[in-house]
């Protein structure tokens, strides 16, 4: 069980990692081009990205509760 929640851990962490370097490379790339904001349509990419992943972990954790 623990192996499990530990591997979950890191596969949420690891997506979140991603995600946060996706947002800092636009966020540089804007900044070297004297742009501060992220387009819209960047930004509705992202919160969907999150969005996904958020649904992925609840049913792994819902899956988990099932298990035990």
């Known amino acids: 069980?623990?192996?499990n929640v530990n591997l979950m851990d890191?596969?949420?962490h690891s997506k979140i990692e991603i995600l946060r370097r996706k947002i800092?490379?636009?966020v540089d790339?804007?900044?070297e081009k004297g742009d501060l904001l992220l387009t819209e349509?960047?930004?509705m990419k992202f919160i969907h990205e999150i969005e996904v992943q958020q649904l992925e972990l609840e049913i792994q954790n819902e899956e988990?509760?099932?298990a035990c």
């Open 29 to 31: 790339e804007n900044l």
């Open 24 to 26: 800092k490379k636009m």
């Open 41 to 43: 349509s960047d930004a």
């Open 10 to 12: 890191e596969a949420k």
């Open 1 to 3: 069980m623990d192996l």
């Open 64 to 66: 988990l509760i099932e």
